[in-house]
């Protein structure tokens, strides 16, 4: 996809999350995000959303 983990990272630290990347363990489009409450997933899967579509339409030009 047009997102790469390490630009969600970026994006979601920005916005205050806890993320962890995860190139070392292999996973280089791997991110380990822990959430407590259903509102906290959602804003980060609103933030994700988000930063996909910037993304593509980016990728798209």
């Not at 997102?3 to 806890?18: K, N, P, Q, R, V």
């Not at 997933?41 to 798209?60: S, V």
């Amino acid at each position: 996809g047009a997102l790469s983990a390490e630009t969600a990272y970026d994006g979601l630290m920005e916005a205050g999350y806890i993320v962890r990347w995860l190139p070392g363990q292999g996973l280089p489009q791997g991110l380990r995000v822990t959430v407590g409450a259903r509102e906290d997933m959602d804003a980060i899967a609103d933030a994700l959303a988000a930063m996909a579509q910037k993304a593509a339409k980016a990728h798209a030009r």
